[in-house]
């Protein structure tokens, strides 16, 4: 069965710190892993997308990792900022006619001042 | 920021009523999805189009039906409400190939008594 695992499940860091989410997974056949970020009473908008051969991606203070070997992937936020509390949501496309997402149960960030 | 769109946004209903969650998009997306998400929890897909006359069922049994009759919407039905209904309902649409990144709409939170 197709799982996404987040950890934390939930985060409290101070503004102007970093963190670093993680996220397994055990997706087969593997496509593509996307991280978004869903603010409270929102729809997810995707912050970054990468495939079996990238192993980093940024965007702007968000930064992507994906290990296709370990199936581990981890987004690092650098200099938080209180506009980044939001769940952020580790999704998984198989490789599958229908390239049908596997969602992970996210990882709630809350940063205080 | 997507162009999709969801109304209504909030909706308390009683118990036996038939309600209809209006999901549209300008971006001429031919993939449309529905999600039930329920607070603090991961989105499961319970209905997904892969154009107009096409309507599959998603991994999360659901009681709701939907119709694609025009490409920009994408529309969902629940006959009879219950309070086991209660839950956020997130439409998504993606276009055809590529990274097919599907952009989410803001949601509808539905309350039934």
């Known amino acids: 069965k197709n799982q996404v695992e987040q950890s934390p499940q939930s985060l409290i860091i101070l503004e102007g710190k970093n963190c670093t989410l993680q996220c397994n997974y055990t997706v087969s056949p593997f496509s593509n892993l996307r991280w978004y970020k869903q603010d409270t009473g929102r729809g997810p908008v995707s912050l970054t997308i990468?495939?079996?051969?990238?192993n980093t991606k940024s965007n702007g203070r968000y930064t992507a990792t994906l290990d296709a070997d370990t199936k581990q992937s981890s987004l690092h936020i650098t200099a938080s900022q209180l506009s980044d509390s939001a769940s952020y949501i580790c999704v998984v496309s198989a490789g599958n006619a229908g390239n049908m997402l596997t969602f992970g149960g996210g990882t709630r960030l809350m940063v205080k001042p | 920021e997507a162009d999709i769109y969801q109304t209504p946004r909030y909706l308390v209903i009683g118990t036996g009523k038939k309600i209809t969650l209006e999901c549209s998009q300008t971006?001429?997306?031919?993939?449309m999805y529905w999600y039930q998400q329920d607070p603090g929890m991961e989105l499961h897909l319970i209905h997904y189009?892969?154009?107009?006359?096409?309507?599959e069922k998603g991994d999360l049994s659901s009681e709701s039906t939907v119709s694609r009759i025009r490409t920009e919407h994408f529309p969902l039905t629940l006959e009879s409400a219950r309070p086991s209904h209660t839950s956020q309902y997130l439409c998504?649409?993606?276009?055809?190939?590529?990274?097919?990144?599907?952009?989410f709409g803001p949601g509808t939170r539905l309350l039934v008594l």
């Open positions: 189009s892969y154009g107009v006359n096409s309507t």
């Open positions: 990468m495939t079996f051969s990238e």
């Open positions: 971006m001429g997306h031919d993939k």
């Open positions: 998504a649409s993606s276009n055809r190939g590529g990274e097919e990144t599907q952009y």
